[in-house]
């Protein structure tokens, strides 16, 4: 039931930046609290809300609003360069409307077309076995940007292995995000880093 990596609807790449400024890394939990607070203020409550109201305009409707699945989407890329700035993948500084390094696409459903009317009442349900396997990713990502600092402080390079990893499991966590909150695809998302 799985979908394929190719034709899932949900592209995710970070550009690899193969030198990284070592006085920028050295104080990038620093650098980060305004943007920090900016994504905080915006998806306070957000979530929720926002994916409780396109499950019932879905379920009853049968209608997904393109301004509520565009500000989604926005959304979910900007939260998308924010992480990547804090783990490391890229120096840039998260914009608030470029889309940088960090390239998120997630198609726009029909959602007469292509959304089962009554599944996202369980999607969340259905995502648990990857979240409680994406917990353990994550846990292994922020020991890996941990690495990957030292790595920077030390060499100026992030290691591309370990960099695969970590936009592997963004590109994982993002997939079930599109999937089981956002709504956007009923395919059910893939165990895959790739």
């Keep these: 039931m799985a979908a394929d990596t190719d034709t899932y609807p949900v592209r995710f790449e970070i550009d690899y930046q193969a030198e990284h400024d070592r006085l920028t890394s050295f104080f990038r939990l620093l650098w980060a609290i305004p943007i920090l607070v900016i994504l ?102 922020l020991f890996a940007s941990i690495f990957a600092w030292f790595a920077i402080l030390f060499t100026g390079r992030y290691p591309k292995g370990l960099f695969d990893y970590v936009v592997g499991v963004m590109r994982w966590g993002t997939r079930v995000n599109a999937y089981a909150f956002l709504l956007a695809t009923d395919n059910y998302p893939p165990f895959s880093l790739s």
């Design 40 to 141: 905080c203020v915006l998806t306070s409550g957000e979530g929720a809300g926002i994916s409780g109201a396109i499950a019932l305009m879905i379920t009853f409707k049968r209608r997904y609003p393109r301004w509520w699945f565009d500000f989604s989407l926005e959304l979910t890329r900007f939260s998308t360069r924010v992480f990547a700035y804090l783990f490391l993948l890229t120096d840039k500084y998260p914009s608030t409307v470029d889309k940088q390094s960090v390239r998120l696409d997630i198609k726009y459903p029909d959602a007469g077309r292509d959304l089962n009317r009554w599944l996202p009442l369980v999607k969340w349900l259905l995502a648990i076995p990857h979240i409680v396997i994406l917990v353990f990713l994550i846990v292994g990502a």
